[in-house]
């Protein structure tokens, strides 16, 4: 049974929506976490003895490509077998009810996208994308699993190059195309959503008081306390899979 005071809260929050001009939402590993992928610092997170941190950094791929891309491999296979939520669909639907809408999300596994949302900025990344380290080509690669270590089939004679995830890692710079879209957003939107993530991974854990200086209402949807709830306007503690679908 939800308390009187839950109610008027998300109450609030859908006002809130109704009037809002732009609407930007910053969504991390919770938002999929009811899809059934593991969040990076819940209680699946590990992998073998390996946190994320060990894992998703150019140190840890030049010293062992093999198990860097084991790594990955083993995520692109549960992210194969699992699709979107209410939660991601929910933000599909807001985006078409609002005048301004901006997603950023710090998920690599494309179900934004795949729920409807346009143009999603994929803030770390996008786990079916490939690069390579010898030619710099860019590619879509779907293969469950992927051969290890992947090498780059581009060209004639092919290149060869080792290829390696086309995401952003721990102590390499988010894409500056990326930053400049996401901090424009930050500053015009009125209301900011931030769902799902804990706030401890920079830069995007400065992007909610980001808006907020800038004069937005910042809402967080999360069951649990994160390292942002004491900086945002109101909590609605929850699982983003029932908790936005309310907010339509
Ligand atoms: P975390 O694993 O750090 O945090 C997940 C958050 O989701 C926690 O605050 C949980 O309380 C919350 N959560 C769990 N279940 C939820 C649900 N059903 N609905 C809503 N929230 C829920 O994930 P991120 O904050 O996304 O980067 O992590 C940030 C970055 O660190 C990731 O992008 C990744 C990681 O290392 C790279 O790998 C480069």
Redesign the pocket.
């Known amino acids: 049974m939800e308390s009187a005071g839950a109610m008027d809260s998300i109450e609030q929050v859908k006002r809130r929506i109704a009037a809002a001009r732009h609407v930007t939402v910053l ?5 999929s ?2 899809s059934g992928i593991p ?4 209680e699946d ?1 590990l992998w073998r003895d390996f946190r ?2 060990d894992l ?1 950094t150019p140190e840890a791929f030049a010293r062992d490509p093999k198990l860097v891309w084991e790594w990955y491999d083993w995520r692109r296979g549960i992210i194969a077998s699992k699709s979107p939520n209410p ?1 991601h669909r929910a933000l599909a639907g807001l985006e078409k009810k609002v005048p301004g809408f901006t997603l950023i999300t ?3 596994d494309g179900f934004h996208a795949l729920a409807g949302s346009r143009d999603p900025i994929e ?3 996008n786990i079916w994308k490939v690069r390579c380290t010898r030619c710099g080509e860019v590619s879509i690669n779907r293969d469950v699993p992927i051969p290890i270590p992947p090498h780059c089939e581009t060209g004639e004679p092919a290149c060869g190059g080792l290829l390696r995830p086309h ?4 102590g390499e710079a988010l894409f500056e195309s990326d930053i400049q879209a996401s901090m424009g957003a930050l500053q015009a939107c009125d209301l900011m959503l931030v ?7 920079w830069p ?1 854990a400065s992007f909610a008081p980001v808006a907020r200086s800038a004069g937005a209402y910042v809402v967080e ?6 390292a942002l709830s004491d900086q945002v306007d109101q909590v609605l503690q ?6 936005l679908p309310r907010l339509l």
Request: proline share 4%; net charge negative; hydrophobic share 40%.
């Open positions: 969504t991390g590993a919770g938002i976490a009811d969040t990076f610092r819940g997170g994320a941190e998703a939660g710090q998920n690599v803030l770390h990344g995401i952003v890692w721990f769902v799902g993530t804990s706030g401890v991974v995007a949807v999360n069951p649990n306390p994160s929850g699982r983003a899979s029932e908790v």
